[in-house]
C-alpha cells in the first residue's frame, strides 16, 4: 500500500540499523536507475553520491523482501518482480509528482532550469529569437538549449524534452504536436543559370547536382520524395558534397554547389532576398510533422510544463508552421 511503503512523512525505520528510510525517494532513484541503466548516472541526476542510491534500493527490497534489480559490473537489468514494481510505481509516482505541481503552480511562479534539445536551425530560426516572450512571462525559468542535428537520448542525458521533427520511431515517448514544415526545393540563381531550371522532378536525375543531407549517427541520407496530384516521384540524383548539419546543407546551397530540397523556414530568408529560386513549386512533398517529445514516465515539473505550453502557443502562431 502507498502509505505504508512511504510511511507518514515519506519515511520508514530500517530494521537493519534503526535509521530512517525515504521510501519516496527510494521509488525515485529505483525509477531512475530503470530509465538510465545506471546507478551512477541515477546519482548524478538526483544529485546523490552513488552509494546513496545503492543504500536506497538495497533499503527498498528489504521492506518489499524482493530483488528488483539484477546488478553487474557492466549492467543493470530488472527482475521480474522489479519489472511489475517498476510499471505500477512509476505511474504512481509520476502522479503523486503530478498532484504536488499542480498545487506549486496555484503557489508560486515557475523557476528553475529545464533542458531541452533540438535541430540546430530550430533553435536559432524558430524558438530562441521568441525566447524573451517567455523570459517575459516567467522570469525564473533559466533554459539550457542543446542545439545540434543528432538525436538526444532523453533518459541517460536527462533531457527533459525535445523537439523533433518527422514521424515518431519509439512509440513509447509522448508527443504534443507543435505543426508540420512545409518543404521547398531551390538553387541559386548562378546554378539555375548554368544548368536549367528543373520542370519535373526526374530532371534532377540527369544534368543537375544536389545538395544531400545524412543524419548524424546513421549516415542515412534524407529522401527526396515530390508528389503531384496523382503522381509520386523519389528522387536519388547525383551529389556533390552531403553534409550532416543543416547550417551546412544550407551553406552547401549557398555555395552553388547543387539544387537543395529543405524545409521553407530555413530558406525563406534567402528567397526573399534573391539569393535562392524556388523550383518544381508545383510538386509539393509532405510536410515535415513537428512534435514536443518527452518520457511517460518523466513527471513534467511546473517549469517544464509552462515552457512546454509556451512552445505549443508559439508554433501555432508561427507563419512558417503548419497546423
Same mark, same amino acid.
Given at each position: 500500500m502507498?502509505?505504508?511503503? $512511504?510511511?507518514?512523512?515519506? /519515511?520508514?525505520? =530500517?530494521?537493519?540499523?534503526g535509521a530512517r528510510?525515504?521510501?519516496?525517494? *527510494?521509488?525515485? %532513484?529505483?525509477?531512475?536507475?530503470?530509465?538510465?541503466?545506471? $546507478?551512477?548516472?541515477?546519482? /548524478?541526476?538526483? =544529485?546523490?553520491?552513488?552509494?546513496?542510491?545503492?543504500?536506497?534500493?538495497? *533499503?527498498?527490497? %528489504?521492506?518489499?523482501?524482493?530483488?528488483?534489480?539484477?546488478?553487474?559490473?557492466?549492467?543493470? /537489468?530488472?527482475?521480474?518482480?522489479?519489472?511489475?514494481y517498476y510499471e505500477q510505481m512509476s505511474r504512481v509516482l509520476d502522479r503523486w509528482l503530478e498532484v504536488e505541481a499542480e498545487i506549486a503552480l496555484t503557489q508560486s511562479a515557475p523557476k528553475g532550469k529545464v533542458r531541452i534539445d533540438m535541430g540546430t536551425t530550430i533553435a536559432t530560426l524558430l524558438v530562441i529569437p521568441a525566447l524573451p516572450d517567455f523570459h517575459a512571462r516567467y522570469p525564473q525559468v533559466q533554459i539550457d538549449i542543446g542545439a545540434s542535428d543528432r538525436t538526444a537520448d532523453l533518459a541517460s542525458e536527462n533531457i527533459d524534452c525535445v523537439i523533433r521533427g518527422g514521424v515518431l520511431q519509439d512509440s513509447s515517448l509522448i508527443a504534443r504536436r507543435l505543426g508540420s514544415l512545409p518543404f521547398v526545393t531551390c538553387a541559386t540563381p548562378a546554378y539555375l543559370a548554368k544548368h536549367g531550371v528543373p520542370s519535373h522532378p526526374g530532371e534532377l536525375e540527369d544534368g543537375h547536382a544536389l545538395v544531400r543531407y545524412f543524419f548524424p549517427g546513421s549516415r542515412r541520407q534524407n529522401n527526396l520524395e515530390f508528389i503531384k496530384g496523382d503522381e509520386h516521384v523519389a528522387v536519388q540524383g547525383h551529389y556533390v558534397v552531403a553534409v550532416n548539419d543543416s547550417n551546412a546543407y544550407l551553406a552547401a546551397?549557398?555555395?552553388?554547389?547543387?539544387?537543395?530540397?529543405?524545409?521553407?523556414?530555413?530558406a525563406q530568408r534567402y528567397i526573399d532576398a534573391g539569393t535562392f529560386v524556388p523550383v518544381l513549386q508545383d510538386w509539393q512533398a509532405e510536410p515535415n510533422p513537428l512534435s514536443v517529445v518527452y518520457m511517460p514516465n518523466r513527471h513534467l515539473s511546473v517549469r517544464v510544463r509552462a515552457f512546454v505550453d509556451w512552445l505549443v502557443d508559439h508554433f501555432a502562431a508561427h507563419p512558417h508552421v503548419l497546423p
Open positions: 502507498l502509505y505504508h511503503c $512511504f510511511g507518514d512523512k515519506r /519515511t520508514s525505520p =530500517d530494521s537493519s540499523n528510510v525515504d521510501y519516496f525517494l *527510494a521509488v525515485q %532513484a529505483f525509477n531512475r536507475i530503470v530509465e538510465t541503466g545506471s $546507478f551512477v548516472k541515477a546519482a /548524478t541526476q538526483m =544529485d546523490l553520491h552513488p552509494n546513496a542510491v545503492t543504500k536506497l534500493v538495497q *533499503a527498498l527490497e %528489504a521492506h518489499l523482501r524482493v530483488k528488483l534489480l539484477n546488478r553487474t559490473t557492466r549492467r543493470v /537489468t530488472l527482475t521480474n518482480e522489479g519489472g511489475v546551397g549557398l555555395a552553388g554547389l547543387g539544387v537543395i530540397h529543405t524545409l521553407r523556414f530555413m
